[in-house]
């Protein structure tokens, strides 16, 4: 078996966030993880140099290639390491990155065919079970040259397996091979040769059966840290005595497996119900800013009207007014010019002509109903129809220039007349927008007054709890300092909490942001509540967060749990928790750490890992054995063995004699 | 035009020009017309509420009917403006049908 990553990044392109490459981590990588070959694969870039360089510097295959964004998805493309080959591909390459300019930017079915004649040549790899996917039907056009997919992860990996007729799946590190890479990824396909080349990895990759996880242990097992360490897909439990590196080998395997769901020790431990509560509230911002978004662009329009500025202008118009008609017996050679008392042209709204063009578009262009569409209106009508109003559309735009150019003359002619003049000049008003702000106010109002009929807007089942989310009118001025999260004097603007643009405005007044604004009309909370429909208990809030936590893991490709027991009772862990991880396990892989005999003996792992530290040589060596739990012994990498019964209730139970005396003395005693 | 029709205009009318002089009111239902010179800022943003909310209906200006010259310019100005809103009042009536209704409509139980 071979171990190959043919999926790795050593240039820092515009769909990378930066890094500065280092060479001599490729070699560290290759050398640490016993790659056997490697391809470098940039984005939509191939860097000739730079791969002879790598090349050169390493002593097993490297692959030369490249990812490509095509049709919105990403493929993998590698050719052959022959010199003839390389520049030729890297020509082609030069053509691809001549078509990418942007993170946004993606070639055609057509363009990549025209560039890459010959696929036959090549190793096709799509995104399958990873984003940004190849669509299904590029898969279909490139047939027959693409036989396997990349996974996102192990558990992905596993489903692509088990998929009768699929592509199969391989796991690769996607790294960036950056000057400050700690941790190594873990993620790599065994492929079944006896020597590396391109065209016998071709053949692995047509052939499920040929490709697998591990070296030895086929696909339900994993590397789980870049120093060897190996661990089932399904439920694994480490234990061992305390600063035995229990913790530090979670680290590891968290740095190494990429999107790790991690839920550290004592986190879900909540006594506190303030504290509860508001990490509940963060959880549910989403649900929050849904039911207020409509609210808030209300208020962004709303807050752009000034009122009080429109009633002023009203007043000196109509001072203007009345001033030039009782002045008019008086007028000189310049106010007598028509144009001084000319009005300027107001010029015409189109939004709501543009949404009709857009609306109309939108028939002609969705294929979904045409079926519908087509009963009533012909397509022919539709383009008529389309064509009229975009002609209606020209013509307004083409009036409304002409009337802005008319309009500065107007405004030019009139600045300078009223200069000369000793008459007034009537002000310039807007009747329409004055009513148009008129009638905002007034629907903000209603909006506003909606809003505040107090109601319950979400309710989420979660095991046995369920999560309610209502809004209440806001009753103080305090639960304004509340929502602030600050100590201004709201006293004055809640007094006017009934009158909502006025209280709008004393918001404002008070300080508060215009994008917080729409914070401040209702208040909007959740509450947790049991199976009997009550508030929940300290204990249950920590049972909570762990369901809510471990219904989170899903959205991971690993779940690592340190230390359970330390926010739990053993009844609870023993009744939920247990089964919770059993169920999780099944879906990804679960690392839990524990020393509670409850979770490390009664859970029934797949596999067990026991951590030790010795002191040898003056030295602390640190050691982890591994096995499944019906093993008489546990295996250390560097081939030390340990005996596996031992070793657990030493973990768990502090040793045989004390386990020996209180199963004898304690429990046997509490039973009689 | 029938009889009634011109009946029903009559009663919607807020502008008039009379004996020379140019007359609003704010109150349809009632004959209280009061001079244009003597308009406050009060009264002409009612007169705009009403032009956008109401059937609105204005004597057309006239400049010869208009013999009083203040009068004459008051009426044909704030005459020229309404005249100028109320010929987009369908576009003004669909941007207020439009407005606000999605945040309406979420809101309301």
Known sequence: ?????????????????????????????????????????????????????????????????????????????ITDTDEFEVSNFDEKCKRVSDLIKTKDDSITLAQFKSIFTDLGKYVLIPHHDKSPEIKHATITALNPHITSGEAGSVSKFKRMFKEQNGLTPVLFSDMRFRADLKDFPTRHTFVDLKEISLAGIKSCLADKSKISLTKESGNDFFQATDDGLELSTGLNIILGERSSGKTVTLNKIASSSGNTKYIKQFSLLQNDEATFNRTNDSRLSIIYNNYLNELKSVIEDVVQIDIKQNHLNIES?????????????????????????????????LENLDKVIESVTTLIENNEYQDIISKYISADNLKKLLLELIEKAIFSKNENEEKIWLNSIIKDIKRELGIKTTNSIIEEIDFYKIALDEIKVRK??????????????????????????????????????????????????????????????????????????????????????????????GGERSEFNLIHEIKDATKYDILLIDE???????????????????????????????????????????????????????EFVYRVFTGYPSDKELTCLDGNKIKNYDSILNCLEAGIDAYTERKTQTYEILKD | MTLTQNVKLKHMKYLKIENHKGFYRLDTTVENWIELDQINKDHLLSLLKLASTQVFEMDEYNDELLQNPAHNIIYRNIYGKLNDFLNNKTRFQDTVDAMYKTAIEKYKI
């Open chain 1, 564 to 618: 359970p027991e330390s926010s739990f009772d053993n009844l609870f862990l023993k009744k939920e928790i247990n089964t919770l991880i059993k169920n999780i396990s099944e879906l990804m892989p679960v690392v839990v750490v524990t020393h509670n005999s409850t979770v490390g003996a009664s859970i029934k792992p797949n596999y067990v890992a026991i951590t030790q530290k010795n002191l040898e040589n003056r």
């Open chain 1, 1 to 77: 078996m071979k171990k190959i990553d043919l999926h790795t990044h050593t240039v820092s392109t515009v769909c990378d966030s930066a890094f500065d490459f280092d060479i001599s981590k490729v070699k560290e990588y290759v050398e640490k993880l016993k790659i056997d070959a490697l391809a470098i694969t940039n984005h939509n870039v191939f860097d000739m140099n730079q791969y002879n360089l790598i090349k050169k510097s390493l002593t097993i295959p490297v692959f030369p290639g490249i990812e490509i964004d095509l049709e919105g998805g990403h493929l993998l493309l």
């Open chain 1, 444 to 537: 903000f109002v209603e909006v506003v007054n909606e809003l505040k009929t107090e109601r319950q807007i979400n309710r989420e089942e979660l095991g046995k709890f369920s999560i309610v989310t209502s809004t209440y009118r806001i009753s103080g001025a305090s639960e304004l300092k509340d929502i602030a999260h600050d100590k201004k004097a709201y006293s004055p603007a809640f007094s006017n909490y009934h009158n909502p643009y006025e209280y709008l405005l004393k918001l404002k007044e008070t300080g508060v942001e215009e994008a917080s604004l729409y914070k401040f009309f209702v208040k909007i909370e959740s509450e947790t509540l049991n199976k009997d429909g009550f508030k929940v208990s």
């Open chain 1, 317 to 349: 118009y109509l001072d203007s007014l009345k001033k030039f008609a009782t002045e008019n017996e008086k007028k000189d050679l310049f106010s007598k010019c028509t144009l001084f008392s000319e009005d300027i042209f107001s010029i015409d709204d």
